[in-house]
Structure formats: C-alpha cells, structure tokens
C-alpha cells in the first residue's frame, strides 16, 4: 500500500473487501452513516483512536491493517498550516468538554453538514481562524446540526470544546458579551476576580487566554452579531461556530450555512427514527401528510414523532387528522417553552422589543401576513395589504427576513412557512379587529381589479368594458409594458385565485369579485385561458344575479360564452350570448346589445344558420354605429365580412373586411388588428381563396410578433401551416406547425400545442409519414382532453382512421 494513500481512501478499500455498504460498517462499529461516510470522502480527517478501533473490529482487521489504518489517521493529523499548540491543561480532566450531547437520530443534513466538517477540519491559510455561522428559523435544528458536527470534528481540537447558550432568543434574557466573557474566561481557568470589568480589556483576556491553543466554542442562540464579536478568538488554532436565528451576514469572513426545513424524505425518516420505522412505513401515506403538515421543521416533527412513540396504540393517520385543524394545529405541536408556537413567537417578540421602529412594525405586520390564504408574498400586493407604500413595506419585510421569520425567494418575492402562518393567522384573530382584518383583505381584491382593469386597457385599448372599471383603476398607474404586467399576473396567479376563493366566503368581500372577474378578461383572452376563465366567471356571474349587480351580470354572461366557443361547444356558447342578450335589452344597454348581438352573429354562423346571423351582424352594426362605437362597428364588419363570404357575395366580403381591418388601424389597437386579420383569413381559405389567407395571416403573425405575443403567434403558425399545406408548400407548413408547437409548449398551453400537433401529423400524413403523425396525434389527443374535448375528438378520429 502506498505512504501517501489517505485515510478516506484505505477507509474505503477496506470497506468494499468486506463487501459492507457504508450503513452496514456504520451499524457493526456503532457510528452513523454520515460519520463514515465523511471520513471516506476526506472531509473529516482526524478520527478519535476509539473510532479507528471501533471499524478496524467491525472491518475485522487483522494486526497489519489496522496498523495501516491507524498510521493514515495519525498522518491526516500531522503536517499542514496550522500553528504547533500548547495545552490547555496539564490534567487532561480539567481540559473542557462543555458540547451537550448529538442526537442519537439526527437526520439528513448531508450537504450543510460536510460544508461545517470541512471549514473546522479542512485546511486554511496560516493566520486564520475558522468560523461558521449557521441560521435559520426557530425550530429548524441549528443547534442539532451545529453541535453534531462538533462532535465529529472534535478529535482536532484537543485543547477543549466551548458551549455557551447566548440566550438570543426565548424567554430568558440575552446573555450579555460582558457575562458571555466571564464564563468563557473561567472555563479557560482564570480566577473571577482577575475578569476585568471592562469588555474591551476580558475581550482582549480571553483572546491571549485561547492563543495558541486549538479549542473549538460553539456559540448557540446568539441574538445577532453585535453579541458574538467580543467573543471571536483572534489567533488562529481556535475555530467558532454559532448559531442565531438572525443572519449573520455582518461577520466578515464567516462560511454562512442556512437552515431550510427538511426535505419531505428527512422529514418521514426521522419521524420514523423517533415513532418506529415499521409503523411508519406501514402508514406512508399518512406519514407523507405529516410532513407537508408540520412544514417539514425538524422541531414540530420531533413533537410529533414523541406523541407517536408515548402511544404506540395510535395509528399515525390519527395524529395527521389532528394536524389538519389549521385552527388546532399549533395546539398539537406543544405548549409551553419547548412548542412551536413559543419558539415563533420568542422571535415576533425580538423584533417587537426592538429599539428600531421598522423593526416594532415589522413585528406588527406579520399578523396581517397570515391573513391572506397564500403564503407567498410580492411587496406589491403586501403593500396594499398592510396599506403601507411599497418602500416601507420591503424594509419591514427585510427585516423579517434577517429573522428568518420569512424568506426571500427572488428580488421583491417572499415565502411565509406555512407554521409560521399559522401563528400569523391566529395573532391576526386575537389582536385584530374583524373590520381591518376584512379592510386589508378588501385592499388586495381592489388593488388586483384596478391592475386587471389597467391590464386590459392595454390589451383591448377599445374595449367595451372598460366603461365597468369602477374607482380601482384609478389608484393603478396606467400599464406601459403590457408583457410585463401580462408575467406579473402569471406569477401572482396562484395567489390571485386564493384571493378570489376566499373572498366568496366572506361576505364583506363577495360584493368585490364581480367586477375583479369582468376586469381579468384582457389577461384571459390574452393568455387564452380558457378553462380558468370559466371557473372564475361562473362564480362571479352568480355572485352579480345575487348582489342584482345588473350590468356586470349581463356581461359576465356574454364572457362565460367565449370559453364554451374555445371548447366548441357552440350550442352552450350561443345560450350564453342570447341570455346576455335579453339581459342587456332589460337594462337598455346599447353599447352590450351590440356586443352581444356580434357575439350571437358569429356563433350561428359557426352552426350555419347564415341568414339568421347576417340578421345579428346588421343589428349589432346598426347599434355600434348609431353609439359611435368604432371597437364594436369593426366587429360587426368582421362577423359580417365572414357572412358574405360564406354566402359567396365576395365584393362585400372585402369590403366589410376592410372596413374592419381600417377601423382596427384607427384605433391604435394592434392585439384587435391582429385578431381581425386571423378571421379574414380564415374565411378566405374556407373560400378557397388561399394566397388571400396566406397574406393576412402572415400579416397577423407579424402583428403578434411587434406585441410579443406568443399565444397569437402560436395559432397564427399553426393555421399558416394548414394553409400552406392546402398549396402544397410542405416546407412551410412543417416549418409553421413547428413553430407554433414550440410556442405553445413554452407557454404551457396545452389548448394550442395539441392543435399544432394535430396540423403537423396531417403534414406527416400528406408526406407519407404515418407513424411520426400518428405519434403526434397521439399526443396532441392527450394535450387536449381537458382544455378542448372537440379538438381531442378530432386527433382520435384521425388516428382511428389510419390505423
């Protein structure tokens, strides 16, 4: 075996001869997996001589390889940067070993905690002394890791192991520096009465005192920077590790480690550690829900897996039904001291007996942080919650961040942990009145109404419901980038609809949604999502006719037919039109009847009843002209133009197009334009009048284009190919239907992929390349089962019919 073969190498040679896993060495010499699994790595390199001992017997060694192994972990202890020592002690008994003990089912970790090993054990530059700090949440195990990889590392630092609880956080007073150095100072065997009483002079004491020496002090619960940096040796030999649930970005030169909960796996592995692995395993499913049910936090888990273990009668799916009381739930997770709500609310009171002002409110905030049923945040919509301005309320949000009480997930984007909103929620009802618990609820609903109403300003600049914008979209800046505010709706989604659901039901807040619903149809049309459209719409459509909120009532019936169109499902679109039809009539609403009756006009053309459409179409342009609705005469002229052209009267055909088209172009409004492009030519290929087709739609393409709109490229790709594969140009339309799948799939639109899946397995079809279309109907057919059952049908047809 070769001199310069290391410790992690030998480890692991001897290992497999013996044809042991790690787990299998670490049982049969009593160590942990991850204890082996360091040493075989070189992470850890200097071994107390019982361990060495321990694996040589669980490796069965014979006298010369032990020897071996041996001789490598005394050769990982000599050598390298660090300063020669002296002891501390000369009777090894009154050398200090204050660690308290590591958990015997200390779990995961894996990553943080080779990254501590290899800070106290790794070699450093001369002159340095290695720190660590470790941060995160109350409760998220800080002081487990912390004091694990202490004793692991402990062997390399002979002359003493420091622990000093600095009472940063909980019901006792902080330990101040000044205290923290006497106890330190008396741990190192200097008399009380020669601890100077000046912090400077014990702070200049304790550091000569360590001089020299390789002593690791792991300071736990600090409460910020401020208190740890009188207690910094300044000679290297000596390493510190501390832990706080502030962060500790303020110390220079600290490897900073943060603590997030454990991963769902960690989480059921320890909960089986503690309850019993067999009755955990036998309950997965429910194991699996108590994760995700104490926030996967090292401290609720070990709560639950204690009540577990004291009674084995219970089956673990009872104890998750205890969990699934939101209102309940910190109940379940201990009282007292040692309980999660107690370990949040130790640092809520931090920050609440600060002496910053923003810190005091940024306590204050987090009651209505738990308000809303989301728990990620956006400063913008936070702001509005706490009915703050934007600026204060990142610098209150910031400083919850420094907490860990909340964490910053992205530039002006943070995530509330579900326990910490669960206290959140119950402060906000024990300090909060009903009134501002529903006032801050309310100002996130008109906040959202005014931005979707701005949204659609800039979408469907001619739109006629804008004329329902109420007064929430005057607190809203007018929208300049229409892609940005279209990404800010995609990303706030989740809590958007959170927002909406749980306002229906509170019935301060119901009276909002109908008018939020009408307002988000720029944002919908524009996505072209259609089947979350529906879900909203139905319900503010119901909550309208409730409230007798007429006008909007008539509208979100005529918007509710706009996704039955999508999934044609004509005949369900059209009862939609004609109810709001009547509705708008009862109210004397031109400028609705004109829309409505635009709407009827297309639908029974697409069921063919011409005559009775064109007799729609005419209503509706009689209407918009004698309103002076320039958005609503170009429809009429649309539906009209595709009227004529079906009847084969091609002169009026062009010109109610053009007339559309013109009008279109008037207005400034280039999303309508292109629209209005994609219908010209649809009707102009269904007339055989292909070059016609071809033109407007590329015209389209090159209007979604300037307004980066890619849902309007998507279907303006795959209808060219269709086009282009009707005039025999194969390239073009493969080229096209390609375009527009990749454009959907992007997008996540499942809707349009499947429709460009469909005309790129026809092109296939047409080239004699039946598998690769069959492969893509099939897909297609699977995109299109839930957006569009009609479409689905149509990609099962062809592939029955080419089987």
């Known amino acids: 075996m070769a001199s310069e073969t290391t410790l992690g190498e030998l480890l692991r040679e001897f290992r497999v001869a013996a044809n042991l896993t790690q787990n299998a060495l670490a049982e049969k010499a009593g160590l942990s997996e991850q204890a082996v699994s360091l040493l075989e790595r070189g992470t850890r390199k200097r071994p107390r001589p019982s361990t060495v001992q321990a694996l040589a017997k669980a490796l069965a ?66 002159g340095i002394v290695r720190t660590a700090a470790v941060t995160g949440m109350g409760g998220v195990g800080k002081t487990s890791l912390a004091v694990h990889a202490a004793h692991l590392t402990a062997d390399s630092y002979p002359d003493g192991h420091f622990y000093l609880d600095l009472r940063g956080y909980g019901q006792d007073e902080p330990v101040r520096p000044l205290d923290a150095l006497g106890q330190l100072l008396r741990s190192l065997g200097v008399d009380a009465e020669s601890i100077p009483d000046g912090i400077d002079e014990a702070a200049a004491l304790y550091r000569s005192r360590l001089a020299g020496r390789r002593i690791l002090v792991l300071l736990d619960n600090a409460s910020g920077a401020a208190q740890v940096r009188p207690l910094l040796p300044g000679a290297p030999g000596a390493a510190v590790v501390v832990t706080s649930r502030r962060g500790l970005t ?22 089986g550690r503690i309850a019993g692995d067999s009755r955990v395993a036998a309950e997965a499913s429910s194991a699996k829900a108590i994760a995700r049910l104490t926030g996967r936090l090292p401290l609720a888990v070990r709560l639950i897996g204690a009540r577990l273990a004291a009674r084995p009668g219970w089956p673990v799916k009872h104890v998750m039904h205890q969990l699934e009381d939101g209102r309940r739930r910190l109940d379940e997770l201990g009282s007292g001291y040692n309980g999660v709500r107690s370990n949040i609310a130790a640092s809520v009171e931090f920050l609440a007996a600060s002496d910053q002002l923003v810190e005091r409110q940024a306590a204050a905030a987090l009651d209505f942080l738990g308000l809303p049923n989301g728990t990620e945040l956006v400063t913008t919509t936070t702001a509005h919650l706490l009915g703050e301005s934007e600026r204060h309320t990142e610098e209150m949000l910031e400083r919850l961040v420094d907490l860990n009480l909340l964490e910053s997930t992205a530039p002006g ?38 931005l979707a109403w701005r949204c ?90 409730e409230l007798n909120q007429q006008r909007l009532a008539a509208w979100l019936e005529h918007d509710l037919g706009i996704p039955s169109a999508e999934r044609n499902a004509q005949e369900e679109s059209l009862a939609h039109f004609q109810d709001a039809l009547m509705l708008f009539r009862e109210i004397g609403d031109p400028i609705g009847q004109a829309r409505a009756a635009s ?66 172009t008037m207005s400034g409004s280039e999303r309508s334009l292109g629209k209005r492009y994609q219908v010209a ?111 689905e049908a149509i990609a099962l047809a062809l592939l029955a019919r080419t089987e």
């Not at 326990?419 to 801050?440: C, F, K, N």
């Not at 025999?728 to 639109?749: F, T």
Request: hydrophobic share 40%.
């Open 413 to 450: 984007r943070y995530h509330l942990h579900d326990l910490i909103q669960a206290y959140a929620r119950e402060q906000s009802t024990q300090r909060l009145s009903e009134g501002a618990r529903t006032d801050a609820l309310s100002r996130v609903l008109i906040f959202y109404t005014g």
């Open 599 to 664: 709407s009827v006009s297309h639908l029974l053309e697409q069921l063919g009843r011409l005559d009775d459409a064109v007799e729609s179409a005419e209503e509706s342009l009689e209407l918009s002209q004698r309103i002076g609705d320039h958005g609503l005469e170009g429809l009429s002229y649309l539906a009209l133009g595709t009227l004529y052209s079906r009847r084969g009267d091609t002169v009026l055909a062009n010109r109610a197009f053009n007339r559309s088209i013109a009008l279109a």
């Open 61 to 126: 060694l014979d006298s010369d390889a032990e020897e071996q192994l041996a001789e490598a972990a005394r050769g990982g202890s000599r050598g390298g940067s660090q300063p020669r020592t002296k002891p501390l002690a000369a009777d090894p008994a009154a050398v200090p070993r204050q660690l308290p003990p590591t958990l015997p089912d200390f779990t995961g970790r894996a990553d943080e905690l080779e990254v501590l090993v290899s800070v106290l054990t790794g070699d450093e530059p001369v």
């Open 250 to 271: 303020a110390l220079p030169g600290f490897r900073q480690v943060r603590l997030a909960p454990l991963s769902e796996a960690d989480s059921i592995t320890l909960l």
């Open 681 to 791: 030519a649809d009707s102009y290929a269904m007339a055989g009048e292909l070059p016609q087709a071809i033109d407007l739609m590329t015209k389209a393409l090159s209007t979604f284009e300037r307004l980066s709109d890619e849902n309007g490229c998507s279907e303006s790709h795959s209808r060219l190919a269709a086009f282009y594969l009707q005039v025999g140009d194969v390239a073009e339309a493969v080229r096209n239907a390609e375009s527009g799948a990749e454009l959907a799939r992007a997008l996540g639109n499942h809707q349009r992929e499947g429709e460009a899946l469909i005309a790129l397995g026809k092109i296939e079809q047409a080239t004699d390349q039946l598998g690769a279309a069959r492969t893509h109907w099939r897909a297609a057919a699977t995109l299109l089962h839930s957006p569009s059952p009609h479409q």
């Open 456 to 545: 659609q300003q800039a979408t469907h600049r001619e739109g006629s419901r804008l004329a329902m914008a109420g007064d929430s979209m005057r607190t809203v800046p007018e929208v300049t980038d229409v892609n940005a505010v279209l990404k800010w709706f995609d990303t706030e989604w989740t809590n958007l609809t959170g927002a909406f659901h749980q306002a229906q039901r509170i019935p301060a807040l119901r009276a909002l949604l109908p008018e939020l619903t009408l307002a988000l149809f720029g944002y919908f049309e524009a996505r072209a999502l259609w089947t979350e459209m529906r879900a909203l719409f139905v319900i503010g459509r119901q909550i309208a006719g």
